[in-house]
């Protein structure tokens, strides 16, 4: 049983917990770490914070399916020892999936990609699939990101941060969008491209299946 004091670990948020907040997502970790005594390590400085990193943020009211976050601890465990003990203080719809350990000099997660999926219902999968083929065989696609509490507009090009897209016989829309150290677009971006915002804004349940590191 290896152990160490560096480990990755996959988990899942699913359900109700899809509607909090980033922010809130790492308190929830940092909280399941201290009561199930995670001996972590701490930053230097004034306010010492836990060494706990996420490889990407997940949005509001996405289901993440297998998101990866990294831990630095005090003392060396091995990774079963830590999944065993965070699983028993796990909120109903959080799941701890697995983990491995890191080598000592190991980066901190770095995404390239991301897979996202989210049910097209029947009536309006073959609009769907026209558009999906149309932004595929497209060269650009503009986008305006509009930001309200800034008082600005960003345009970008989706196009350019798809990297493959398909809407499978069962009406399942799988998408993988490219991560650059600038940004990336957002699925909810692609959603309203597509025509399916509003299947979203009513309740349709948008999910980030994996996250894909460099």
């Known amino acids: 049983m290896t152990k160490t004091r560096k480990l990755r670990l996959w988990f899942a948020k699913r359900g109700v ?23 972590l390590a701490t930053s230097q400085g004034f306010t010492p914070r ?8 997940l949005g509001l009211g996405i289901e993440g399916h297998r998101e990866i976050v990294d831990f630095e601890l005090s003392e060396p465990k091995s ?4 999944l ?25 997660p770095r995404p390239v990609a991301a897979a ?6 029947a009536p309006r999968r073959d609009q769907a699939r026209d558009a999906v083929a149309a932004l595929l065989a497209s060269s650009s696609w503009p986008l305006v ?4 509490d800034r008082g600005k507009e960003l345009t970008l090009d989706l ?37 399916l915002r509003d ?8 999910a980030r299946t994996h996250v894909e590191l460099a």
């Open 17 to 39: 917990l899809r509607l909090i907040s980033h922010h809130d997502l790492m308190r929830c970790v940092e909280r399941m770490a201290r009561r199930a005594e995670i001996p």
């Open 79 to 82: 990774p079963a020892e830590v």
């Open 116 to 121: 996202y999926r989210f049910e097209v219902p």
């Open 159 to 195: 196009r350019s941060f798809l990297l493959d897209a398909e809407l499978n016989a069962e009406g399942s829309l799988q998408a993988r969008l490219r991560i650059t150290p600038e940004g990336s677009a957002r699925p909810e971006e692609l959603l309203e491209s597509l025509g």
């Open 145 to 148: 990101r509009r930001r309200p």
């Open 50 to 57: 836990p060494k706990i990193v996420f490889a990407l943020a």
């Open 199 to 206: 299947l979203l804004d009513r309740g349709g349940i948008l």
């Open 84 to 108: 065993e003990a965070l699983a028993s203080q796990a909120p109903a719809g959080f799941e701890w999936l697995d983990g491995q350990p890191l080598a000592p000099e190991a980066m901190a």
